[in-house]
């Protein structure tokens, strides 16, 4: 519910990139007069880009997720080989003791669940980690998910069983890329929860309320002059 400015310029970019890389293409389409077919594949760089960095993110959490389950994950694609890499750095630089992997955070108070990576104890507190993968690195808005699952009213298993969530003392972004990681700590606070819970309110307006507001039929006046000849 919040705008992604950093995402308007990434798309253009990625747009702009497509049609220097897949000139050949575009130009192709153009000739053999399917110029839609040409605006069409620009115009869906941006989703074919998002849908590798999501599965590339996807993998690597799974494999940090059996890591801190203490699983073998065997070999390792090339891929995502530097990842691995680094978060078994992480692993050995901060020695984190994993209370809660992949956990289902739950809020009947307010109306939203979500999947946390984990929480650990670090240097002595308990601290609520989200494991990020992207490129750009972390952004302010990773504060509104873990205070979220922060203020959870309990963690739920699939069977529907519920246990109480650890009292969290702190909580951190991992950064992990190929090249190397950061643990980077992000604030949390009643200001940012209410900052969440406005956004809930939004997210309603935007999926629910907008839909009722405006009428289906116009509405005829009263009264209707006849024409005059």
């Known amino acids: 519910m919040l705008p992604k400015r950093a995402l308007q310029f990434w798309r253009g970019k990625t747009v702009a990139q497509a049609a220097v890389d897949d000139l050949g293409v575009v130009v192709d ?77 739950w809020s009947e108070t307010y109306g939203y669940a979500g999947t946390l990576d984990f929480i650990a104890m670090i240097d002595g507190e308990v601290v609520i980690v989200d494991i990020k993968t992207g490129k750009s690195g972390v952004w302010p808005d990773v504060a509104l998910q873990l205070q979220a699952y922060a203020k959870a009213d309990f963690l739920i298993d699939a069977s529907g069983e519920r246990r109480p969530l650890p009292e969290i003392n702190a909580a951190a972004a991992l950064s992990l890329r190929p090249d190397g990681y950061q643990l980077i700590p992000v604030r949390l606070g009643d200001d940012v929860f209410d900052t969440f819970k406005a956004l809930i309110e939004v997210s309603n307006w935007e999926h629910n309320v907008s839909k009722t507001v405006i009428g289906k039929t116009p509405v005829d006046p009263i009264n209707t002059k006849e024409e005059v000849a």
């Open 29 to 105: 389409f153009v000739t053999k007069g399917n110029p839609t077919a040409a605006i069409d594949h620009l115009k869906r760089a941006p989703d074919r880009s998002s849908g590798q960095a999501a599965k590339l993110g996807t993998d690597v959490h799974g494999l940090c997720e059996r890591i801190n389950k203490g699983e073998d994950i065997g070999n390792i694609h090339a891929d995502l080989a530097g990842f691995i890499e680094h978060y078994r750095r992480f692993l050995n630089d901060f020695e984190p003791g994993f209370l809660e992997v992949e956990a289902t955070a």
